[in-house]
């Protein structure tokens, strides 16, 4: 009889060994699977921006760790530092700051950094 329990023991151990490698290997699998963005925002949500860069008035970019808005593309100097931290953005949103979105017009500008800042 106590072989028996022993037996049962061993059993009910190895199942339940087997349940938690195959729970380990899902959560891993799962892990896997999740694509982490890197920093690239895709071409086509880019190129609507950027067919307005020969007419942008501004651009907002990343300076000092918040968005900035520049008043050409090459500037060095931003002509205001807004207080929204780009660390609090969205990836696709640092990735495009990073190259420069272009804004056609004051009221554009004001519309983006109320996007950004909310």
């Known amino acids: ?4 329990l022993d037996m049962g023991l ?3 151990t190895g199942l339940l ?3 938690m490698s195959a729970a380990v290997c899902s959560c891993l699998a799962a892990y896997r699977s999740m694509h982490f963005s ?3 925002v895709p071409e086509e949500i880019y190129a609507q921006f950027m067919d307005s860069a020969p007419l942008a008035e501004y ?8 968005v900035a808005v520049f008043s050409s593309r090459r500037d060095k100097t931003p002509l205001t530092v ?5 660390a609090c953005l969205r990836t696709a949103d640092r990735a495009m ?3 420069g979105i272009p ?10 950094l109320e996007d950004l800042g909310s």
């Open 17 to 19: 060994l087997c349940l």
């Open 97 to 99: 700051l990073r190259g």
């Open 82 to 86: 807004t207080p929204i931290e780009t």
């Open 10 to 12: 061993k059993i009910k």
């Open 103 to 112: 804004v056609e017009s004051e009221d554009e500008l004001l519309m983006l």
């Open 1 to 4: 009889m106590k072989g028996a």
């Open 38 to 40: 890197s920093s690239a």
């Open 59 to 66: 651009y907002l970019r990343d300076s000092g760790g918040h």
